[in-house]
């Protein structure tokens, strides 16, 4: 597909430093959950040294029928102009790219572990998995410092209420205990396998920031998984 410019619908905070942006849906538009596009600002009034372009996953599946990316707000020119970008511009996008996809067989399990903003593809991933009602067993392990800082909360919390085949484990490195009493501290071998009776079994998803998914996938070869069920998606700082 050829870049197509599409419009900003609304802006809205999702987590602590971290904004939803809802764009219109070009005619005919498809993609798969889990997929990302390259969002290219138009004469932007700063540029960094990274360009006016970036890879930003859909965080919505494809039967919600909305085209929304979700961003942590770092201080960089790009996510300056495209917090501030109004409601009504329009911006670049190449279509859906990646294979960052939810495999096929649903007697595999799936086990997602995942640290802040790399949730996006995985939220798509679930909410379609849940709408189509698929058997894919599936665990997420979803690391935030707080949960203030944690995007889509409740939309798991809703997904696991839906679907009975869906086991959510949200764990928090820096919360109080008198405000949070879930998992905390940080995902290692013992929590995995506190949720995950077979760890051989499952495909493995890991997106975050690049020394979190190198941390994990060190843990999860370590633990005996084999290397070729684990697939990995980085989040740039940007």
């Keep these: 597909m050829t870049n197509t410019k599409i419009k ?10 971290t904004m939803a942006f809802h ?14 596009t390259h969002i290219k600002l138009i004469n932007p009034s700063e540029i960094d040294e990274e360009g006016t372009k970036r890879a930003l996953s859909f965080v ?11 961003t942590r707000l770092r201080d960089t020119a790009f996510k300056r102009e495209l917090k501030n970008l109004p409601e009504g511009s329009e911006v670049e996008f190449d279509g859906a790219n990646g294979s960052f996809t939810l495999h096929k067989t649903e007697s595999t399990p799936a086990v997602f572990i995942i640290g802040g903003i790399g949730i996006t593809p995985i939220r798509s991933m ?19 410092k707080t949960p203030e ?33 879930g998992e905390s501290g940080h995902i290692d071998a013992d929590l995995l396998k506190r949720y995950v009776s077979d760890i051989n079994k499952p495909i493995y998803y890991l997106s975050g920031p690049g020394d979190m998914v190198e941390a994990m996938q060190k843990m999860l070869v370590e633990a005996g998984v084999n290397e070729d069920n684990i697939r990995t998606e980085e989040f740039a700082g940007y």
């Design 60 to 70: 919505y599946a494809p039967s919600e029928k909305k085209l929304v990316t979700t």
């Design 8 to 17: 900003l619908k609304k802006k809205e905070l999702v987590a602590k430093d």
């Design 149 to 181: 800082d944690a995007p889509f909360l409740s939309d798991f919390e809703d997904m696991e209420k839906r679907n009975p085949n869906f086991k959510f484990v949200p764990v928090m490195t820096r919360a109080d205990a008198d405000e949070w009493s």
């Design 126 to 144: 679930i909410a379609e998995a849940t709408n189509q009602k698929t058997d894919h067993e599936l665990t997420l392990l979803y690391s935030n």
């Design 23 to 36: 764009w219109e849906m070009p005619e005919g538009f498809e993609f798969k959950a889990g997929q990302l």
